[in-house]
Nanobody, 129 residues
């Protein structure tokens, strides 16, 4: 059974930084993709960043230049470094795994929440002005 556990959320002031972690267990191969999504009360769940099985990374326009992501296959852990945070970044952040990433999407990761098979419980990020 695949399980994803996020950590690292919290409250910061505008301009601050946070680093989120997501550790996956139960994954039996390295050809999966991972994604970070976020959801706030007034918005649908949206992609923040995704990492393909080969390490290619895609960022949503809203976070380009401010967020970075990395994944270490050795311990199935993905990180999201968030800098220059603004109140608009306030949301619940979820990590997700797409176990068919390489088979169905080749060297690209999916930006659609519906392509991800497993989800973590989420970690809250709150940015105050």
């Amino acid at each position: 059974q695949v399980q994803l556990v996020e950590s690292g959320g919290g409250s910061v002031q505008s301009g601050g930084s946070l680093r989120l972690s997501c550790t996956a267990s139960g994954l039996t191969a390295d050809d999966y993709g991972m994604g970070w999504f976020r959801q706030s009360p007034r918005k649908d769940r949206e992609l923040v960043a995704c990492i393909a099985w080969n390490g290619s990374i895609y960022f949503a326009d809203q976070v380009k230049g401010r967020f970075t992501a990395s994944m270490y296959n050795a311990n199935h852990t993905m990180y999201l470094q968030m800098n220059s945070l603004t109140p608009e970044d306030t949301a619940m952040y979820f990590c997700a795994a797409d176990i068919y990433s390489r088979r169905r999407r080749g060297d690209y990761c999916s930006g659609s929440r519906y392509d991800y098979n497993y989800w973590g419980q989420g970690t809250q990020v709150t940015v105050s002005s």
